[in-house]
């Protein structure tokens, strides 16, 4: 097998957050297209947009995989030619599909794009990803569901020009390998065409037929039951592991979530994996800095997915909603300048608090903000209005573009 430095692969659901996952170490971004990609929640990127897109990350050494793989009725499939051919002429460096059909119109219409197998294809099994590598596949993404010892018999029994790529951070899904209908039953949004509406996170009751309105718990726990609701991957602390295993992309899931949550995540796996590549021993453990960045971000408690043991074993069910959120981003820096830094607003915060800088590739650290000034130079309090330009004294030299964070107090921790 051969050896490498593995992929870091962020997700990108729009120009800004495309931008925040190149600014912070990312080697390559998947993104979707208005059509055909997983998620329809994000912007996403239209054909121009892709196009400055791909240019932008090239000019980054920054490779760029487009989304094509939700599950086409028939009256979708009309629209796939012009889509793969427009994919091809932005310059992706790769079609993400699951679907057989739309793989073979992808050898048609953009032949000269690589195939990446999406995990939608379930694919759990050396045979299978032989299989596909003999269609012309270059990469499979596996099945979530699958241990890192059965990765590990995927690697030793394919090709090895052919790619591995695992997600090893961001939402579990509660069907097998993202393959669900409950969004479709509930709400009539179709989980497998990118409008899921993700009623596993939804806390339920049971209600007796006679007695409508009296709702009961599943269970016996005053908070009601979230039967559906999985924990969050993180494998921070296993990139030893999954090296060995013979895993060549690292994938970030997420790209519903914020510019900050990318940035962040990206941040912390990229100086996790360079931190394994300069000192790559067995017992390697990244610094205790970087394992602290994964909770300040929203997120759901963390587990380490199926890699350890199997759905059977343990469900990684979270029996609580929404997300955990312990750190609010107030403020996004312009400039610093004479001692001076100038910045944005992005949530409140007061004259006096302690912020943390959260700069690219190092420890973040603490700043005290004082002698706080509007945009007219006028002494506040506080930065009250949303966007506010402001500014205060400031010893550090805090580069463009920097975030500006706040831990909340102890008691105003709130699960989101």
Not at 191 to 213: F, I, V
Not at 236 to 253: C, D
Not at 363 to 372: D, F, H, M, N
Not at 402 to 412: G, H, P
Request: proline share 4%.
């Amino acid at each position: 097998m051969k050896k490498f430095k593995p992929e870091l692969l962020a997700p990108a659901g729009d120009m800004e957050r495309l931008k925040a996952a190149v600014k912070y170490g990312a080697d390559a971004v998947y993104l979707g297209g208005t059509l055909f990609g997983m998620r329809t929640a994000p912007s996403n990127f239209d054909e121009k947009q892709l196009l400055e897109a791909v240019e932008f990350c090239h000019g980054k050494n920054v490779k760029v995989y487009l989304t094509c793989n939700v599950l086409p009725r028939n009256n979708d499939i009309e629209l796939l030619p012009s889509f793969l051919e427009n994919a091809q002429k932005s310059g992706v460096d790769a079609l993400i599909i699951s679907d057989i059909g739309t793989f073979e119109y992808a050898k048609k219409y953009a032949p000269d794009v690589e195939i990446h197998v999406s995990t939608q294809s379930g694919i759990v099994n050396y045979a299978t990803a032989n299989a596909f590598y003999n269609m012309g596949a270059k990469r499979i993404v596996t099945a979530r569901e699958l241990s890192m010892e059965e990765i590990a018999g995927i690697r030793k029994n394919i090709p090895d020009d052919m790619d591995i790529e695992c997600f090893i951070h961001g939402a579990m899904c509660v069907s097998f390998s993202g393959r669900c209908l409950i969004s479709n039953y509930l709400v009539g949004r179709d989980s497998n065409k990118g409008d899921c509406a993700q009623p596993c996170r939804w806390k339920y009751h049971l209600m007796e037929e006679t007695r409508p309105g009296v709702y009961f718990p599943l269970f016996e726990d005053e908070n009601g039951t979230y039967i559906f609701n999985s924990k969050d991957m993180c494998m921070i602390e296993h990139i030893p592991e999954l090296v060995k295993a013979g895993i060549t992309s690292f994938k970030i899931e997420g790209r519903a979530k914020s510019e900050y949550y990318v940035s962040v995540v990206t941040n912390a796996y990229r100086q996790a994996i360079d931190g394994y590549i300069n000192n790559p021993s067995d017992d390697y453990k990244p610094e205790q800095w970087i394992i602290d960045e994964m909770r300040k971000v929203s997120y759901r408690d963390y587990c380490t997915g199926f890699y350890y043991h199997t759905p059977k074993q343990d469900g990684n069910i979270s029996y609580k909603g929404g997300y955990n959120r312990e750190w609010d981003v107030v403020a996004v820096v312009e400039k610093t300048e004479d001692g001076v830094a100038y910045c944005v607003q992005r949530n409140r915060f007061f004259n006096g608090d302690e912020l943390e800088v959260m700069p690219v590739g190092k420890a973040p650290y603490k700043i005290k903000v004082t002698q706080l000034k509007n945009e007219k130079g006028e002494d506040i309090e506080a930065t009250n209005h949303p966007l506010m330009k402001f500014s205060f004294v400031c010893d550090s030299e805090i580069e463009e573009g920097a975030i500006l964070r706040k831990e909340r107090e102890e008691d105003k921790r709130v699960i989101i």
